[in-house]
C-alpha cells in the first residue's frame, strides 16, 4: 500500500469523480483509477459502487476513508512539526476567504502579514463562507475568514470584526431616498444574489422566509464589482455588508428597518497541529499592524 494510492482515494472520494480528482492532483486520470484499483485487490473490497453516474463509497469505502483521513491528517501534522523542530524558515499558509471580503478585507491583512513574515507564503483560495468551512472540515485549508454565526464547535473562532447588511440600491431610485429599507421594500423588490455556498445569501433567505415571501433573484454573482455594476445601472437591489456597499454616484447603500449584524472571524481547526507559520497568521491577526 502506498502513500499516493490513499491520497488518490482520499481526493477522489471528497470529489465523488475520477477526472476532478486527476485535475485537482494535477495527475493523469488512468493514475489514479490505476492507483484505486490496486488498493482495491490489496484490501480485497470494492471501495465504490461504480453502477451509478456519481462515483460513490460502499460501507466498506466510507469505514475506510474514516481511518484514511485520520492517518493522512497525522502525517500531514508531523510533517508539519518535523519542519518546525528543524527551524525552517519558509512556510505555506492556505486560507479561503469569501468572495465578497477578498477584495476589500484581505488585501489590507495580506500586505501586513508579508511585511511582517516576508519568508512565509500565503496561498488565497475564493470560496463561499459555507464552503470553506467544508474545506477547512476537510483539512484542505489552514484558516479560513468566515462570518462565524453558526459556527461548528470543531473550530477555533478569532473574532476579527462585526459589520451590517445593507440594501445597496441604484442611486437613482425612489429606495435611495429613503433612510431604512423595510420588509415590504424587499418584497417588492428584484433581487441580485450570491450564489450558492455564500453564507450571506443564506442569511437573506432566511431574512425572506421569516416575513413569508418568495425572494424574485433575477441573477447571481459571485463577484462583487459585478453586482454593484448591476445595482448600478437598475437591475436590482442587493444585500452587501458596510464596509463594501459605500455610497457612490451609482448606488447608495441604505440600512434594514430590522437590522441584521453579522461577526466576521478567523477560523482554524482545533485538533489540527498548528505550524510556526500557522501560529504567526493568528498572533497576526490579534495584533495587526
Not at 223 to 249: R, Y
Request: proline share 4%.
Amino acid at each position: 500500500m502506498e502513500l499516493r494510492q490513499l491520497e488518490y482515494f482520499q481526493m477522489a472520494s471528497r470529489l465523488k469523480n475520477i477526472t476532478r480528482a486527476a485535475k485537482r492532483l494535477r495527475v493523469s486520470q488512468p493514475n489514479i483509477t490505476v492507483a484505486i484499483k490496486k488498493l482495491e485487490a490489496e484490501l480485497g473490497i470494492q471501495l465504490f459502487d461504480r453502477s451509478q453516474k456519481q462515483l460513490s463509497l460502499t460501507p466498506e469505502g466510507a469505514v475506510f476513508l474514516e481511518r484514511v483521513n485520520t492517518a493522512l491528517r497525522c502525517l500531514n501534522d508531523a510533517v508539519a512539526e518535523v519542519n518546525d523542530f528543524k527551524q525552517l524558515q519558509k512556510g505555506v499558509i492556505k486560507i479561503g476567504i469569501p468572495s465578497m471580503m477578498g477584495a476589500f478585507l484581505f488585501p489590507k491583512i495580506f500586505s501586513g502579514f508579508q511585511t511582517r513574515h516576508p519568508s512565509l507564503d500565503v496561498l488565497l483560495f475564493e470560496e463561499g463562507s459555507i464552503a470553506i468551512r467544508e474545506m477547512l472540515d476537510r483539512d484542505e485549508l489552514d484558516f479560513g475568514i468566515v462570518i462565524t454565526s453558526d459556527a461548528s464547535p470543531s473550530l477555533n473562532i478569532l473574532p476579527m470584526t462585526r459589520s451590517q447588511l445593507v440594501a445597496c440600491v441604484p442611486a437613482a431610485s425612489s429606495l435611495a431616498k429613503k433612510n431604512k429599507i423595510t420588509n415590504e421594500d424587499i418584497a417588492d423588490a428584484n433581487l441580485i444574489v450570491m450564489k450558492q455556498g455564500s453564507y450571506l445569501r443564506q442569511i437573506v433567505q432566511d431574512r425572506f422566509h421569516a416575513i413569508n415571501v418568495k425572494p424574485n433573484i433575477v441573477l447571481e454573482s459571485s463577484q462583487i464589482t459585478t453586482i454593484k455594476g448591476l445595482v448600478a445601472h437598475g437591475v436590482g437591489i442587493a444585500f452587501l455588508l458596510d464596509f463594501i456597499a459605500e455610497d457612490n454616484s451609482d448606488l447608495r447603500a441604505v440600512p434594514l428597518e430590522e437590522p441584521i449584524f453579522v461577526d466576521i472571524g478567523l477560523a482554524w481547526k482545533k485538533d489540527r497541529y498548528v505550524s510556526k507559520a500557522a501560529q504567526a497568521f493568528i498572533n497576526f491577526c490579534k495584533d495587526p499592524i
